[in-house]
């Protein structure tokens, strides 16, 4: 037989035996600093309960509320079952109120379920799952009304989370102290571990030697579609043991060990351990009788006499008894893994999928729903009726009693989210020369990096481009972190790579996966670690896609952070086509709790930078916007800086400092936009607006010049956040949809574009990015961009090939006076 459902422990695992197996009905010792001993029968009265909650939560949403789109609402009874035992021993036996927990996205309702037990959630919203302000479908931070440690949905990215929680608590405690320790415990789903993302996190040397991490792997052996043939166990338990991982296998359930050690218990082991994946899974929807056949089927003699003694019902009952259902097998592993301080711990919990319900271990189980007669029948053996059915557990018994010490134990104060410093407004980071937006960004961290009271919570990380992206400055001045100090083999009279305790930046491999994950978790910083941080990180703009649903993932956390991406565009031109970004600025001007910045001058960089930072040093705007669409673009979320290495001269931003006023500049760049040139009283000449934003404007300057050798007017506006300005205009355009009101031109662009004038964009970019500017303005709008591949060339050449320079801006200016 090839396969096995059951491999031997890989090198470096082992296997969790209880050392004093406790017979159903005992005390199990908890180790934490937790409320006594439980009695294991209260637990699995508990177990039950959860089971039926996250069952019935999921049926209520699909067969109780009326269902006017005729879709299936869904949900994940047989995902949730298969974790009911692994979340029930962590909730209700083994955690403390500092440990933090990510849970795979299709176990939500086990989550609110024991929530829902533990006091923590209204009973109102148990019939509200994937209900419009109701119980999100996957676990979220911010839409659920109970307490979510870490968002999950996109599998994998949730169960690298706590990882990099845990490396930033590891920094949080060398620079501010120790904190009550946590636990960053993640609830994985096996397929997940099929996810690439997973193995750049457990590889990082930033994730290394991390104690106080704890995987639990649901190892119920079927995916999305199907039973996955052969076990990957002991692949999967090399790389993590090579990776300097502990491992440990929850394989057998107690009764299934006391049966090892009868009398042909080794042959009845060794029959279980070689049987396919597929046949084990299949006892799982067959009765008692034929389980039993199923399973002898072919079977040697000693393993016939060893099951001789045992009914039908007690055989099928033994085969099936997987460590991962079994709650005192479950706590003395999370046990041992407590007892390895130095490395982080995985647990494979042998489970299966349906536990407990009759879709157990069905192949086509995944988004199965149990029929109204399945649920009525579960209600009973539960112990329940239609009256009871949504009950806490009674107070009065042992079962609600020990609720009610979990909840107070597990209790956790609010966070403070704003540090107690100014940012200052601006570095004075000035330049007489031309310069690029890049070298300034690594200029304004080295000026906040002299700052003694900023300087403390600023933290840099990068994907091995520190250096390229012009972090060296900083990384000078404050070092690179590691958790002791490494001496430093080279003395580079350039860069001071020293690495220690006290260093801010954290190096990452190149995995722009983990600088998202990583920035994520630093933004969350105040409350995982109860620390508000400064995070900044690099990256090479065309690879904010590679790492883009990380990005997305931490931004729908509510992390709060600054990314630079940099270089950017066909501007980066020797790098060609592979180095080019062209979509990432559409990227960051849609994506939400991320607010894009593109700045092309040393002033309105140095204003914008430390303006953000400084948002994120005061904590998010107070709930409770004006409408709902302003509360969701209001920039609860992070910055992104698309910058570039070209260097430009500064003479015209400091020309419309000198005409427009610092004060007034400084309120327009924040904003969105200022009128870089002004081409005065047109006259009776036709009028354009040349709008550009980053590396592009000296073009746009110099097609200004030519178009008023022309004869035509032609205003310059240097977009400094594009989104800033969308948001502006959707805001009023919302407003005028819900109020049936004329919506009016956006204040931010009613100051710039105060003429009414055809407009050209130019961007070093996607031309659909600025596109929109006509609509909004309700004039004619030609925009160029870069709407192709890049190539290798000199900036001339490339800005010739995407009709970038200023004899094709010109045209593009004539072309919008025509439409108009
Ligand atoms: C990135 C991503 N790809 C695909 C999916 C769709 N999906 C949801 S669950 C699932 C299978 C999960 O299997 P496993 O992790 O073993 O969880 P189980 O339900 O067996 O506990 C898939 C493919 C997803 N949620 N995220
Ligand atoms: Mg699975």
Redesign the pocket.
Same mark, same amino acid.
């Given at each position: 037989m090839t396969g096995v459902i059951v491999g031997e422990p890989a090198e470096g695992a082992s296997v969790a035996a209880p050392t004093s197996a406790a017979p159903s009905g005992g005390p199990v010792p908890t180790e934490a600093s937790g409320p006594g001993a439980v009695d294991l029968a209260v637990l699995e009265e508990i177990q039950r309960r959860v089971l039926w909650l996250a069952v019935r939560i999921v049926d209520a949403a699909n067969h109780d509320r009326e269902n006017a789109d005729g879709i299936k609402v869904g949900g994940?009874q047989?995902?949730s079952a *298969? %974790?009911v035992g692994v979340m029930t021993a962590l909730y209700f036996a083994h955690l403390d109120a500092a440990d933090r927990v990510s849970v795979?996205?299709?176990?939500s309702p086990v989550l609110h379920a024991v929530q829902y037990l533990l006091g923590d959630l209204d009973r109102s919203y148990l019939t509200r799952l994937r209900a419009r302000g109701g119980l999100q479908s996957y676990p979220s931070r911010s839409k659920d009304p109970d307490r979510v440690d870490f968002s999950t949905?996109?599998?994998?990215l949730g169960a690298a989370a706590p990882l990099f929680a845990a490396a930033v608590r590891r920094y949080v405690d060398a620079h501010f102290g120790p904190r009550p320790a946590s636990r960053f415990v993640a609830l994985?789903?096996?397929?997940?571990l099929d996810?690439g993302n997973i193995w750049e996190a457990v590889a990082d040397p930033a994730t290394q030697g991390l104690g106080g991490v704890l995987w639990v792997v649901?190892f119920?052996r079927? *995916? %999305?579609d199907r039973v996955v043939p052969g076990v990957r166990i002991a692949q999967w338990s090399q790389q993590f043991a090579a990776a300097g991982w502990h491992v440990v296998e929850v394989k057998y359930g107690r009764r299934l060990q006391e049966a090892f050690a009868r009398p042909g218990g080794q042959a009845l082991r060794a029959w279980i351990d070689a049987m396919p994946n597929e046949q084990y899974q299949a006892l799982f929807g067959l009765e008692d009788d034929q389980a039993r056949r199923l399973f002898l089927d072919g079977a040697p003699a000693p393993v016939v006499e060893a099951c001789a003694g045992l009914d039908d019902a007690g055989l099928a009952a033994l085969v099936k008894d997987l460590g991962g259902h079994d709650l005192a097998c479950l706590l003395e592993a999370f046990a041992a893994c407590d007892r390895v301080a130095d490395r982080p711990s995985v647990v494979f919990a042998y489970t299966v999928?349906g536990w407990g319900l009759p879709i157990a271990g069905n192949p086509r189980n995944?988004s199965a729903l149990l029929t109204r007669e399945q649920v009525d029948a579960l209600r009973e053996q539960t112990g329940l009726d239609r009256g009871t059915e949504w009950d806490r557990l009674d107070p009065s018994t042992p079962a609600g009693q020990w609720a009610v010490r979990r909840r107070e134990h597990l209790a956790l104060p609010p966070a403070e989210q704003a540090l107690p410093i100014q940012v200052p407004p601006s570095t004075s980071a000035r330049a007489g020369r031309p310069v690029s937006t890049q070298e300034v960004f690594g200029r304004v961290l080295v000026e906040l990096s002299r700052r003694d009271d900023v300087a403390p919570y600023l933290v840099t990380t990068a994907p091995d481009v520190a250096t390229s992206t012009n972090l060296a400055g900083f990384i000078n001045r404050r070092g690179v972190f590691a958790p002791q100090q490494r001496r430093a083999w080279n003395a580079d009279p350039v860069l001071r790579w020293v690495e220690g305790p006290s260093g801010q930046h954290i190096e990452l491999g190149i995995s722009e996966m983990n600088l998202f994950l990583l920035l994520g978790q630093l933004g969350l910083s105040w409350d995982l670690s109860r620390q508000p941080l400064l995070p900044v990180g690099t990256v090479y703009d065309p690879f904010v896609l590679r790492g883009l649903?990380a990005l997305i993932y931490s931004v729908y956390s509510g992390a709060r952070f600054v990314v630079a991406g940099t270089p950017s565009g066909i501007t980066l031109a020797p790098e060609g086509g592979a180095h080019q970004s062209t979509i990432t600025a559409s990227v960051g001007l849609e994506l939400p709790n991320l607010t894009f910045i593109e700045p092309a001058y040393a002033g309105a960089l140095d204003w914008l930078l430390c303006d953000a930072l400084g948002r994120i040093a005061a904590g998010p705007p107070a709930a409770g916007a004006a409408s709902a669409v302003a509360a969701e673009r209001e920039e609860r979320g992070a910055y992104y800086f698309r910058l570039t290495t070209r260097p430009i001269d500064q003479a015209p931003f400091e020309a419309a400092r000198a005409r427009l006023g610092e004060a007034v500049l400084r309120r327009q760049v924040l904003a969105g936009g200022y009128r870089l040139r002004d081409a005065g009283d047109p006259g009776g000449a036709p009028v354009v607006h040349l709008v550009g934003s980053g590396a592009v404007l000296p073009e746009v300057l110099a097609a200004a010049d030519e178009l008023a050798e022309e004869g035509i007017a032609a205003h310059v506006v240097d977009v400094t956040s594009l989104d800033r300005l969308y948001t502006a205009w959707q805001r009023t355009l919302r407003q005028g949809i819900r109020t049936a009101t004329t919506p009016s031109v956006p204040g931010p662009l009613r100051q710039v574009f105060a003429d009414r004038a055809p407009v050209v964009s130019v961007h070093d970019a996607s031309s659909h990015a600025m596109a929109w500017l006509g609509s909004a303005l309700g004039v004619a709008c030609v925009p160029v961009g870069v709407d192709g591949f890049g190539q290798s060339g000199t900036i001339g050449e490339l800005y010739e090939l995407h009709d970038l320079l200023p004899g094709s801006i010109v045209n593009a200016a004539l072309a919008a006076l025509s439409l108009a």
């Open positions: 994940h047989a995902s *298969s %974790l795979k996205p299709h176990a949905g996109s599998v994998g994985i789903g096996d397929a997940e996810e649901d119920n079927q *995916s %999305l999928k995944h649903d």
